[in-house]
């Protein structure tokens, strides 16, 4: 069953010149319009349509869009748009083939140029992805916003199918293959600064670049130095969320906002700590610490409770590793992200990473930061992408934590080059 708390929120708002135009006046429009559809939709049938399953089990495949927005992997070059959606099977049981529909819908300044805007989805094993990308062109008239809908595809005759799901994420618009693009250190000393797009910190093997999106998100590029070349390892985004809730009251999302920065170095090491608040429920601080020789950035996240709020999950940061950045088909063919085969990770809990090349990349976390919260990790591997979704999720009854304590979760990222086997991510300590 699809998650209430995913259903039924906005829209993606394409700045395809400037990141100002991403989070502008036109989303509420477009959230008006995909209000209007949805009544529509819902006004159509009796009742809700809900995903057929193959089998007599009662177990419903837990379905979620896990990522809306423009592909920055393969951004495109042609003034095009090229739009990346991702669709996670979160459940234990299979989803049958051409038992849900994905739906892309140009909702203003853009217009569809070839392929399947309304595919069926194929076959998904608990725990697998599916990629979907669309190359709309901009006309030029109005801002550019577009939605992407989950719905059932089994629908009585006469009925319009029900919307289970509308995609809400819209990171910043990047027009080349992103880069580091900040200064980095000359010698072995790290450093950490603050300029006009974010804020970055590295030493001689690994760097962090951190862009504040116009609504004040952070999206994180992880790059590694092989040999005297500075290397893409991958994308984070977004960089943590929290679901929970107030007492009695069933949890939903929070989003981190980044609102301060706080920069300290020294001759062994460098720390970067972001500053704001996760929703109007927690304050936040989250910082990176690099030192030199070593590809491992600590991380860790101290959260301040507002009130007496239950914990139902910690989502830690979404890595995106680029595979290759040659261009993928964007006709929405589907491109189902195969899972792994057993490797020596999977006698290790609490660590995941992805091979690629002469790179190893992803992240280790420390023991859960509550009584009642097990490790979950979503991973994925295509061509050209691979995806690694780490989370702390309540196990029975959400734990509790009371007004003005503090709850603090310890990890790392690391990227290393040169890597010849995904063992060299057992190098890697727990914090």
Not at 122 to 131: E, G, R
Request: glycine share 6%.
């Amino acid at each position: 069953m699809l998650p209430q708390w995913e259903r039924g929120k906005g829209v993606l708002c394409l700045g395809h010149t400037a990141w100002s135009r991403l989070f502008s006046k036109p989303v509420i429009t477009a959230c008006l319009i995909l209000w209007v559809i949805s009544l529509g939709l819902t006004a159509s049938c009796r009742g809700p349509v809900t995903p057929q399953t193959a089998s007599a089990s009662t177990t419903q495949p837990d379905v979620e869009l896990f990522y809306f927005g423009e592909d920055l992997l393969n951004p495109s070059n042609s003034g095009d748009v090229v739009l990346m959606c991702v669709v996670c099977n979160r459940g234990d049981s299979p989803v049958p083939a051409n038992s849900l529909q994905l739906r892309c819908l140009a909702l203003s300044g853009l217009d569809y140029t070839s392929g399947d805007i309304t595919p069926l989805l194929p076959a998904l094993a608990p725990h697998q992805f599916v990629v979907y990308r669309w190359r709309l062109a901009p006309t030029g008239e109005g801002p550019m916003l577009a939605a992407a809908i989950l719905q059932s595809a089994q629908t009585p005759a006469g009925c319009v199918p029900a919307v289970l799901q509308i995609a809400s994420t819209a990171p910043p618009s990047l027009q080349a293959p992103p880069h580091f693009g900040a200064p980095l250190p000359t010698q072995k000393a790290p450093a950490a600064g603050v300029d006009q797009r974010g804020a970055w910190i590295g030493a001689n093997r690994v760097g962090l670049r951190l862009v504040r999106t116009q609504d004040g998100r952070p999206l994180l590029l992880l790059t590694t130095r092989n040999g005297s070349e500075w290397q893409m390892a991958g994308i984070v985004w977004p960089l943590f969320r929290v679901c929970s809730a107030e007492d009695a009251i069933k949890p939903w999302w929070h989003a981190f906002y980044w609102e301060d920065t706080r920069v300290q170095s020294t001759k062994t090491s460098a720390t970067l700590t972001l500053i704001g608040s996760v929703g109007r429920l927690w304050r936040a601080e989250m910082s990176f610490t690099v030192q030199p020789n070593t590809t491992a950035v600590a991380c860790a996240l101290r959260l301040v409770a507002r009130a007496n709020l239950r914990v139902h999950a910690l989502q830690l940061p979404r890595l995106f590793i680029p595979n290759t950045f040659s261009p993928p088909p964007a006709n929405g063919t589907p491109l189902v992200l195969t899972q792994d085969d057993p490797s020596p990770l999977g006698q290790t809990p609490l660590i995941a990473a992805y091979h690629y090349g002469f790179v190893t990349s992803g992240i280790v976390a420390s023991v859960a930061p509550l009584a009642n919260l097990q490790w979950e990790c979503h991973q994925g591997s295509a061509a050209d992408v691979s995806i690694i979704a780490p989370e702390w999720k309540a196990n029975g009854d959400d734990p509790l934590v009371l007004a003005k304590a503090s709850l603090v979760v310890n990890f790392r990222l690391f990227t290393l080059a040169p890597s010849l086997t995904i063992s060299d991510a057992l190098r890697f300590q727990t914090p």
